[in-house]
Nanobody, 122 residues
Framework: QVQVVESGGGLVQPGGSLGLSCVAS????????MGWYRQAPGAERELVAQ???????NYGDSVKGRFTISRDNARNTVYLRMNSLKPEDTAVYYC????????????????WGQGTQVTVSS
C-alpha cells in the first residue's frame, strides 16, 4: 500500500531549530496533501502544518511564524523546518499523506507514519 516514513527528530535546546522530513512511497497515483501532526503525552493529536499539491499551506496557531512546511512533489517528500523551538513543542511528530492510490484517482488513501520524537529541553 502506501508507506510513510519520518526522519529528523531529536533533542534540541529551547530557541533552537530542527528539520523533519517525510517520504511517501508505494502505490500512489497522486498526493493531494501532506501534513505534520503532533501528539504530546496526555494530549490529543493536533495539526502542526499541512500543504497541498498546489503549495497552499495551513499552520496551527501555536506554530505560526516559527515553523515552515515545504514539499517536493516529484519526490513525494514533505519537510518541516522548526525554528525558535519551545519546550511545549515537545511531542511525537507524525506525517500524514492523503491522495489516491493505484492506477487511477478512484481509491482514496490516508496514510500515517510511525512518528518521530522531538524533545525541546535544556
Amino acid at each position: 500500500q502506501v508507506q510513510v516514513v519520518e526522519s529528523g527528530g531529536g533533542l534540541v535546546q529551547p530557541g533552537g531549530s530542527l528539520g523533519l522530513s517525510c517520504v511517501a512511497s508505494g502505490s500512489i497515483y497522486t498526493i493531494n496533501a501532506m501534513g505534520w501532526y503532533r501528539q504530546a503525552p496526555g494530549a490529543e493529536r493536533e495539526l502542526v502544518a499541512q500543504i497541498t499539491s498546489g503549495h497552499s499551506t495551513n499552520y496551527g496557531d501555536s506554530v505560526k511564524g516559527r515553523f515552515t512546511i515545504s514539499r517536493d512533489n516529484a519526490r513525494n517528500t514533505v519537510y518541516l523546518r522548526m525554528n525558535s523551538l519551545k519546550p511545549e513543542d515537545t511531542a511525537v511528530y507524525y506525517c500524514n499523506v492523503r491522495g489516491y492510490s493505484g492506477m487511477s484517482s478512484s481509491l482514496v488513501f490516508d496514510a500515517w507514519g510511525q512518528g518521530t520524537q522531538v524533545t525541546v529541553s535544556s
